[in-house]
């Protein structure tokens, strides 16, 4: 029988923590829709995500009124177009330009899988699309990219990460009439999962099925409430337990939903990705729970550790609640999506390199930062490097979305709006890697790759 | 199937009066009223049963709203309680 504690408490999360489903992503394979002819390849990839996403926001829409949670988000991510692009030649702009026509079409707020996997090399298409991007994403509204340069079993292909640096810069360039905006749809990762329902990084990875549910779960502000009801005395093991009960409850909710979900549509269940994702939103921010626990600020002396210990609770938390886990799957650290990491990068106390440092131990890399416009591409291309090894070496998931300020000075704001939020210019370490940069090649696999 | 039904805010006349209306006009059959008044702060959660309503959940939540705009008002299948807080 339900009690009133359990009812309120259910409804206090909804109403003033900012408890929400983030996005029910739907993935879809465009495998069989690849043909020599690109105009020909186009049509299909409309007809297919019209057809598979037809009542996702509908159905997105019948369960929030179920059972009066928010589901913030409804996403499509689909097979990477560079797959494509290899079979039909051709510019893959029209990809990116049919994606964003099907997406609106079926009314979700983000589409993406413009994506290439080149962690070990460059294949057909891949060039192609990679050089594309820029335009791809100055020329449509919706259209999420992603490249991964490196993985722990291949490596980081250092050509790739050359080119990315400029491709980051001129996604920005493109854009600088419009908060340089590209810049945001854009993440580099280094062991990309296939099964990520979080933007701009989704895409359907080639061993997904036809089509999948995907879910994303979230409740900074669930969390950061449990603990400031905690005694001052509580030691980090108590602090970590209540965490973990927490992400219990929110990502039993998110099970719920996802399979009510994969029922309606007629399609598998595939994961739910254990994450706290924040929002710019007054309590909703993975800063503050730091805080909560006993930090003056995020970026003190004390933030990795505090961290490590918030993503590894989250997991233990979620994992009994959920069927199958996967995605990212732990704290996200971005920072213009995050009013108490907006106030750290503000008042100075959080830096570059701390949140490097706390990349390390959290879901994924430097995310959502706002870098000087002047900032070289070699730089960018280092930043991409640095990430990659981390991810690579600890056999996890990191990513680089930075977001140079062409044409903002120093102390100034880029304001995205919405969920991307916004975020001061950060200083960046200038000191040029041109030079290894220029070498290109690839970094080998690491010791940790060889495993069998 | 049930829904549960939470109102809270400052206690006045006939809070559950129109509730009650509400779920008659809708046909959801009431089967548990838990309510708490402290300090002037009215608190209430009532389970209804829900396989014979006439509209969607969310239609009866709007109405509630209307009937009682002072107060925060939710309506909820009782499944979500079910998974969030049994194993």
Known sequence: MLNMTDIMETVTMIQDEALDIRTITMGISLIDCADGDIDRSCDKVYDKITRYAERLVETGEKIEKKYGIPIVNKRIAVTPIALLAGASGGDPIKYAVTLDRAARAVGVDLIGGYSALVQKGFAPGDTELIQSIPRALAETDVVCSSVNVGSTKAGINMDAVRTLGHVVRECAELTKDDQCVGATKLVVFCNAPEDNPFMAGAFHGPGEPDCVINVGVSGPGVVRAALANMDDTADMGEIANEIKKTAFKITRMGQLVGTEA?????????????????????????????EEIGLEQCGAAGTTAALAMLNDAVKKGGLMAANNCGGLSGAFIPVTEDAGMIDSARSGCLKIEKLEAMTAVCSVGLDMIVIPGDTPAEVISGMIADEAAIGMVNYKTTAVRVIPAIGV????????????????????NTASPAKMIARGGRIPSPMQALKN | MKAVITVVGKDSVGILAKVSCGCSDFNANILDVTQSVIDDYFTMVMVVEISKLNADLSELNKKLEADLPTMKIHVMHEDIFNAMHRI
């Open chain 1, 262 to 290: 994969s029922r309606m549509l007629g399609a598998p269940f595939g994961i739910i990705d254990l994450s706290l994702a924040p929002t710019p939103a007054v309590g909703d921010s993975v800063a503050h729970i730091l």
């Open chain 1, 409 to 428: 000075p120093e102390g100034e704001e880029l304001e995205f709006g919405g969920l991307f939020g916004t975020g001061p210019v950060m200083k960046v």
